[in-house]
T-cell receptor
Framework: QKEVEQNSGPLSVPEGAIASLNCTYS??????FFWYRQYSGKSPELIMF????GDKEDGRFTAQLNKASQYVSLLIRDSQPSDSATYLC???????????FGSGTRLSIRP | NAGVTQTPKFQVLKTGQSMTLQCAQD?????MYWYRQDPGMGLRLIYY???????DKGEVPNGYNVSRLNKREFSLRLESAAPSQTSVYFC????????????FGQGTRLTVV
């Protein structure tokens, strides 16, 4: 079992709709959770991080964390074509220094 | 401010050849990481260095060695390259433990023939 799991997609969402991306992790001691966006041929860039249970909002993006269920999600409201990319979930382990990524979910926003 | 710089950007190796991928950061970060990315596999951690003087294995360390030369530099060495090591390699750095993001270099595309 991978430490961080994501549905690889592709996930196709119409423009203006809400895109929902999910991630589960296996290490109960995990402390910090990150969502990165990666365009084809580019490096990953941070969208959001979260470390407390509940929701965290930043513009059109909302990260949700449920440590009891070992689940973290990312919601993108009012999806735009520029949101089409691969979204990577990342988790720090119990040691806090190691960062493990999921395999990524490819998101496509259709006009 | 250059951030995280990787060299080279592209490399073609023959099976059995060796090479070192270089990574340097100018942000005074403590932790540094090497990942590889294959199609559909996300980023897989090869080795990391939590602080200067320490290195630890990640998820896929076999076939690689690393050196944390100083606080700025973290190199990845392939002693005897294999076609299975064809991949895009990313170096990343991070200022502190805890809730701090990792910053990535531009990647090195390595092909082993």
């Amino acid at each position: 079992q991978k430490e961080v799991e994501q549905n690889s997609g592709p996930l196709s969402v119409p423009e203006g709709a809400i895109a929902s991306l999910n991630c589960t992790y296996s290490d109960r001691g995990s402390q910090s959770f990150f969502w990165y966006r990666q365009y084809s041929g580019k490096s990953p860039e941070l969208i959001m991080f979260i470390y407390s249970n509940g929701d965290k909002e930043d513009g059109r993006f909302t990260a949700q964390l449920n440590k009891a269920s070992q689940y973290v999600s990312l919601l993108i409201r009012d999806s735009q074509p520029s949101d089409s990319a691969t979204y990577l979930c990342a988790v720090t382990g119990s040691s806090a220094s190691k960062i493990i990524f999921g395999s990524g979910t490819r998101l496509s926003i259709r006009p | 401010n250059a951030g995280v710089t990787q060299t080279p950007k592209f490399q073609v190796l023959k099976t059995g050849q060796s090479m070192t991928l270089q990574c340097a950061q100018d942000m005074n970060h403590n932790s540094m990481y090497w990942y590889r990315q294959d199609p559909g596999m996300g980023l897989r951690l090869i080795y990391y260095s939590a602080s200067e003087g320490t290195t630890d294995k990640g998820e896929v360390p076999n076939g690689y060695n690393v050196s944390r030369l100083n606080k700025r530099e973290f190199s990845l060495r392939l002693e005897s390259a294999a076609p299975s090591q064809t991949s895009v390699y990313f170096c990343a750095s991070r200022p502190l433990l805890g809730v701090t993001e990792a910053f990535f270099g531009q990647g090195t595309r390595l092909t082993v023939v």
